[in-house]
Structure formats: C-alpha cells, structure tokens
C-alpha cells in the first residue's frame, strides 16, 4: 500500500522501490528522485487501507451465490418471493453493517 500511497501523493513518480517508508525511493520519468515525506506517505497508506477495507468486510458478509441463484429462481419461475425478499434483507444489512467510508 505504500507505493499506492507514494502515487497517489506525487503525480511526478513513475517508479518507487522499498518495502517500508524509510526505504521508500521514488523516481521521476528521467530517473530523477522524486522527494517524498514519510509522514505524508504514511497517512495516505493508511487513508488507502481505510477505504479498502470495507470491500473485504463485505466480501465475506454477503449471502451466497447459490442463495442468490435459489432465491431469484424462485422468485423468476415459481413467482414466491420469501427467499428472494430474505436475501435482500441479507444484502442491505451488510452493505448497513460495513458502508463505504465517507469521501
């Protein structure tokens, strides 16, 4: 995450080497060192982080794909909607339970 952080900050860097901030290098198109501030990097990963995490949180929250297919089958051919109406409730509590941080 610290080299998205790096790209995200410094729109000159095209290249970053290191694997923590004080290794961190980063390098304009002509070679040239680009400076960074560790700090700034820090908080931006960070930032970064943040805001993936709650695509993890849903990935594993949300009903299955087989809930999903059962559910809409029913609804879509035998026209019972208790499945399909259990699985939306499923959905949007977990998009309640873990929403997207605000921008």
Same mark, same amino acid.
């Given at each position: ?10 729109? !000159? /860097? &095209? $290249?970053?080497?290191?694997?923590? %901030? ?6 304009? +198109? @002509?070679? !040239? /060192? &680009? $400076?960074?501030?560790?700090?700034? %990097? ?6 970064? +982080? @943040? ?53």
């Amino acid at each position: 995450m610290l080299h998205e952080a790096v790209y995200a900050l410094y729109e !000159d /860097a &095209v $290249s970053v080497k290191g694997n923590t %901030v004080e290794t961190l290098e980063a390098f304009d +198109e @002509n070679g !040239d /060192a &680009v $400076s960074i501030v560790a700090d700034d %990097v820090t908080a931006k990963a960070t930032e970064l +982080e @943040n805001a993936e995490s709650y695509k993890m949180a849903r990935a594993f929250a949300y009903p299955s794909i087989r809930e999903f297919i059962e559910a809409y089958t029913e609804k879509e051919i035998g026209e019972d909607t208790t499945k399909w109406d259990a699985y939306v409730v499923k959905y949007n509590q977990v998009r309640t339970d873990n929403p997207k941080p605000s921008e």
